[in-house]
């Protein structure tokens, strides 16, 4: 099952899951739109055929949703009826540290056997260094601030890039870099309204006819990025101001090559961890091996960001 918001690799790594079935003779089912499907017993049977021509396409095939009865005793209840009733013996869920601690709760609650897949573009999940779709984010991302660029340039235009990162700034740290930002704002550094004009100022004396400010989601500095563009404009009215909010055209898209290879490693992880006889882990990449982290850690650890990247991008915007 697919759960919470979708990533580019979610259906490599079901697609990964199944074909692992068949290959070591399990039965698998698909649930559909997550624990809302568990709970009203929306199950589907696959099998190696069902899964074809899914690795290069992004969303989720199995759909996904947030359930709020889930959440609820009695909603666990009557997804665990479900499963009972159909006979399912354990349960793969791909997805973030929502879908993990709903995971987690239900295994507590009813013993029940079960394995995670991190599927989400922030990044923000501790016990791995790369969730699913967090690489093609990147490269979506990037992408499309080289096409800013060619704009901003080409008018002496500052533009303020708002990428996703509610909690963690993965996403505008390392797009910021590599598409050669001239600032970067994340939850985790508070640069300040007043370093923000001083930085831009030295970048205009320096000569730069064009800037790109890099703003996650989750950024402290103004209430949005508007609020950050207003003050701009009330005190550097030598630069034109523009805002781009790129939003959720982040999570689409064909996934990349490290993400389809990272799904069907985790996929395979998953499935044979469980034949062993483990429970209530997620699957996660470390040191490029494939390992595994206990729910209640993934859960509650912090991810944290790389603090040489931080160094790197204030050299790389002198």
Request: net charge neutral; hydrophobic share 40%; with cysteine.
């Amino acid at each position: 099952m697919t759960s919470g918001g979708d990533s580019p690799g979610m259906n490599a790594a079901i697609r990964s899951v199944v074909r692992s079935c068949a290959f070591h003779g399990i039965e698998c089912y698909g649930i559909n739109r997550g624990y809302e499907g568990m709970i009203d017993g929306d199950f589907v049977k696959m099998d190696a055929r069902s899964v074809k021509g899914i690795i290069n396409k992004g969303g989720t095939i199995l759909k996904s949703a947030r359930s709020k009865e889930f959440r609820t005793k009695e909603g666990r209840a009557k997804a665990h009826k479900q499963l009972v009733k159909a006979g399912i013996d354990a349960f793969v869920v791909i997805g973030g540290d929502g879908s993990f601690t709903g995971a987690m709760i239900f295994n507590q609650e009813y013993d029940f056997p079960v394995m995670g897949i991190p599927g989400t573009i922030d990044n923000d999940i501790y016990g791995t260094t790369h969730t699913l779709g967090y690489d093609t984010a990147l490269n979506t991302v990037v992408e499309v601030i080289d096409k800013i660029r060619d704009t901003a340039s080409s008018h002496n235009r500052l533009f303020f890039i708002e990428v996703m990162g509610r909690d963690v700034g993965h996403i505008a740290l390392n797009v910021g870099i590599g598409a050669g930002a001239e600032e970067i704002l994340i939850p985790e550094e508070d640069l300040g309204l007043d370093r923000l004009l001083d930085s831009l100022r030295r970048s205009k004396q320096t000569g730069k006819s064009s800037s790109i400010v890099i703003v996650a989601e989750g950024d402290k500095i103004g209430k949005n990025v508007f609020e950050l563009k207003d003050y701009v404009d009330v005190n550097m009215s030598e630069y034109e101001v523009r805002v781009s909010v790129l939003g959720h055209m982040q999570r689409g898209g064909s996934p990349s090559c490290f993400d389809r290879v990272l799904a069907s490693r985790m996929g395979v992880k998953a499935v044979e961890s469980l034949i062993t006889g483990k429970s209530n882990y997620m699957v996660g990449l470390k040191n490029d091996i494939i390992d595994l982290t206990p729910f209640d850690q993934a859960v509650k650890g912090k991810s944290k960001i790389n603090m040489e990247l931080l160094r790197v991008s204030e050299i790389m915007s002198i």
